[in-house]
């Protein structure tokens, strides 16, 4: 990772420091009884947490969304906090999708799958931020800050908008994102017989529908100032 990507995920810092705290805000709401959350699923509110995070004492006006994990506790909590982090992302998502002509759902699923909501993360490998992008291919999409959420997930969106137009087929984008074109060239124009990316595909698919249930309301609220995809 370069000198100046590395300065840029320092300037993240104060970036993470707010989402945490709207996280924060929005679990004190559902533990005040905004929603309930049983042992085998999440109840998500969105839409209303930059009201949230300005004040704790303000009502929350947003969509409240039911996610059915399937899982006891402590796992359950855990994905509570990546779905929260994730649909803190969803009216900038909204907004990219549309410009994109994408599926936001799908969108928010790949950003949950690679990098959980976490705009500073990077991979043993060098990918960088929410979608998990490397330096190249990230440049190849106007990529200058990788930390940067906006611009993240466009030069994400944009590859996967690639991918899907190729392939033509959601499991072998998401294959390809995960592998590289050059792995499913090599297995026949199929998925890649490797462990790590079948489950990629599968956990994205599951994340997809999950996300998809909660309705276009969620990621509804954007500003709509993207401009084109390619822009």
Known sequence: MSRRWAGLRSAAVGEGCRQRLVRLVMIASL???AGKADAGGVVMIVGGMPDAARSASAPTR??????DTGN????????LHTSLR???????????????????????????????GDLRVISPKGAVGLMQLMPATGAQYGLSDPFDARQNILAGARFLGGLLQRYRARELALAAYNAGEGAVARHGGRIPPYDETRAYVAKVLRLHARYARGGEAAWRAGSASIGRCGS
């Open 86 to 116: 994730v649909m803190a992302l969803a009216p900038l998502v909204g907004d990219i999708a549309r410009a994109c002509g994408l599926d936001a759902a799908l969108l928010l699923a790949v950003i949950h799958a690679e990098s959980a």
């Open 31 to 33: 533990a005040c009884g």
């Open 72 to 79: 006891p506790l402590p796992d359950a909590a855990r994905d």
């Open 62 to 67: 947003g969509v409240m969304l039911t996610f």
